[in-house]
Structures are given as C-alpha cells and as structure tokens.
C-alpha cells in the first residue's frame, strides 16, 4: 500500500474548508489509490470549530483517510507536509486599506512560508487559495528560500471554470468541449479571461463567438465580477465552487493536464510574455511529469497584451507595497 500523503490545510475550520476537506478525504484531491493524511492549521479561537469537522471526518469512515490532526501552529502544521492549500487568510473588512491588508497577510503568509521552508517534505506543492492570493504566495515563496519557487502557486482555477461555463453557455455546448482557456494576471477584478487561443470541438472560439462586444462587456466582466455576484446572490463568498478549483488545481499538478489542452494557475513568472520575473501571475500552463510548464510562442494581440499588461500592472504595485511593509 502507499504511504499517507500529508494534505495541510490553513482556515480549516471556514466555509471553504468545510467544502474542501470532505473531497479530499475521498480520494479526489489525489486520486483514488491514495490515502492521505490531513493536518488542520487554525487561529485557537476557531480550533474548536475544526474538531467539529474532524468528528464530522470520522463519521465518514473514509477508507483513504489516514488520520487528522489539529494544530494553531504552522511549524507543526507544515513538518512534512507533501500538499499545503493556504486557504486561511485575513479578509478585507470595511474601511481597510489596501496597506493595512497587505500588512496583515504578510504576518500569516510570512511565518507560514518559513514553517513550509523549514519543515515541509522535498516535494511540496504549494496552493495559495486565501486573498490576495497571487501576492500572499508572493510573501510565502520569498520567505522559502530553499524550496524552487514554482512550488509556490496561486488560484486562478476557479476563474478559469468560470470562464469555461460562461463561453460554454453562449455557444449552446458542454465546457468539455472547450480548451485553451486562459486567465491571465492577477485574481482580482483586473484578471483577463482570454479565449483568443480557445477551441470549440477544433475550431476558433472567437470565431465561434463573433461579437466583440459580448467578448469585452459581457464575457470578460461577468467572469472578473463573478465572486461578487456570488455574493450578492448567496449572502456569503464562494465555497463549494472554490473548494472545487482547488481539487482541480492539485490534482492537475501531480497527475498532469491532458493532451492537447491546458489550465490556468498562477506562478512565479520566468518572464515570459513580458511579465516581469518573480511576479504571481497566472499563465497558461500545462502540468508534465508533476510540474507546471508554462505554454510557449501564444501569439498576443493587442486587445489582450493592454488587458494583460493592466493586470500585472496591479501586481507590481501589490509587489512595491508588500516591499515597502518590509514583508518580502
Ligand atoms: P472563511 O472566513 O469562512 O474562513 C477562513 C478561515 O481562515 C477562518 O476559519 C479563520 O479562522 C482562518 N484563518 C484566519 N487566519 C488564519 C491563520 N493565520 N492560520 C490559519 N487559519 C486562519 O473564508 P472562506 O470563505 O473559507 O475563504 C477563505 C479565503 O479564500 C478568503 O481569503 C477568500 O477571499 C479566498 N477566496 C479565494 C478564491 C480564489 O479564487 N483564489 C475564491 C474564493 C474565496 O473568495
């Protein structure tokens, strides 16, 4: 039999862990064929609350589940750990700015990314789920030093569905019939859903589509203002959907993307496509051999380099702010 893979996961106790966690145990973060052994990292006031749903866990009977653990502290929570999902994160409340934002996620994603440095397996896998994703997995990559960067991504998966069942939708087909999608930059309201290079059943989706206007003010920002539509329908943020792109997104990275196809996560940037290096923007990106590979030679046009160069715009300022706090 395998041995247990150590799943941590940060904000356990919150609406999307409550989503996630349950998945996992069943085998479809990883596979079927592999158990898995989960450690819960949470704030002490909500350390309770995720003993609520380790009974919960129990009651499952998952024969995958090779145990649960709880813990308030990141170097126990991130010795040996092969997947670490950073869900747990310090939400904006009214009247904070951006700063002060920035300040407080540094504080939880600074000593997390050094407890993963320390502490984690050879083969950690870094998700950053909780906002502002692509700049929290900025500060926790650069306070682990000694693990290769690209181990360190952000989720744009949930983006990258959503765009899927939007453009499946106004062309009356599956979201299986649709690839090469791509969500570029950063995942906030400036993230540019791009389907210039996607295919409906082999053929252009632009073409398919034909109608520009729908492209730039239907499509492009139903998807970037989707989570607060969410909002605005459910009372609360996205969870279940969310839970589901992180399930997507890791299983992904170990078993590979299929061919002919590809995702999108965000990384550390190598440069390419003129995002500057060390940025966590998100690419287009197949996964081989149990890496991410980001896809080479797409030909930009220039609808989508202005719309890409705005997103990574906003996230050089995210960069110079956590920069200028001293939290990288
Ligand atoms: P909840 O507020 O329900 O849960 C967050 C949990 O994190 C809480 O239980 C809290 O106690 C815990 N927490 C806070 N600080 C912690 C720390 N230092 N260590 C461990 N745990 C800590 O939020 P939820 O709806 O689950 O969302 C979690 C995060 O995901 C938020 O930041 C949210 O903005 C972000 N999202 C990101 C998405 C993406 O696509 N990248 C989409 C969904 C979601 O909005």
Redesign the pocket.
């Known amino acids: 039999a395998k041995a247990p893979v150590n799943v941590t996961v ?8 409550y989503a996630l966690l349950f998945r996992i145990a069943s085998g479809q973060l990883l596979g079927v064929d592999t158990p898995v052994r989960l450690r819960l ?3 002490p ?2 350390i309770k ?1 995720a003993e609520g749903t380790a009974m919960e866990l129990d009651d499952c009977a998952f024969p995958l589940l090779a145990g649960v653990d709880i813990y308030d502290d ?1 170097r126990k929570a991130f010795d040996g750990v092969n997947v670490a999902l950073l ?5 904006r409340t009214k009247g904070m700015e951006r700063r002060d934002l920035l300040e407080a996620n540094g504080g ?1 994603f600074g000593p ?1 990314g050094a407890a993963i440095n320390d502490g984690a397996a050879d083969d950690v896998r870094v998700l950053v ?3 502002p ?1 692509n700049t929290n997995a900025l500060i926790a990559q650069a306070h682990a030093p000694d693990i290769p960067a690209d181990r360190f991504t ?6 990258h569905n959503r765009a899927l069942s939007q453009l499946a939708a106004k062309l009356n087909v599956s979201v299986s019939d649709i690839k090469k999608l791509t969500i570029w930059g950063n ?1 906030s309201a400036t993230q540019y859903p791009d389907i210039f290079h996607a295919e409906v059943n082999g053929r252009s989706a632009v073409e398919a589509v034909n109608d520009e206007e729908w492209l730039r003010d239907t499509f492009i920002p139903t998807v970037a203002k989707r ?1 607060a539509a969410i909002i605005e329908a459910r009372g ?4 279940a959907s ?1 839970a589901n ?1 992180a399930i997507d997104h890791v299983y992904d990275w170990v078993n590979g993307t299929p061919e002919g196809d590809w995702t999108s996560v965000a990384l550390p940037s190598d440069g390419s496509y003129g995002v500057p290096e060390g940025l966590v923007s998100s690419f287009p990106v197949v996964s081989r051999n149990g890496s991410w590979e980001i896809v080479q030679g797409l030909e930009i046009n220039e609808f989508s380099r202005e719309r890409i160069d705005a997103s990574v715009r906003e996230l050089e300022e995210e960069r110079e702010a956590v920069r200028a706090l001293g939290l990288i």
Do not use: F
Not at 87 to 91: D, E, F, H, M, T
């Open positions: 940060t904000g356990a106790a919150g609406q999307i862990g990292l949470e704030i006031q909500a609350a990141p869900v747990g994160a310090r939400p939880i997390q789920v909780g906002n994703a952000a989720m744009t998966r949930l983006d995942h989570g609360a943020s996205s969870a969310a792109a």
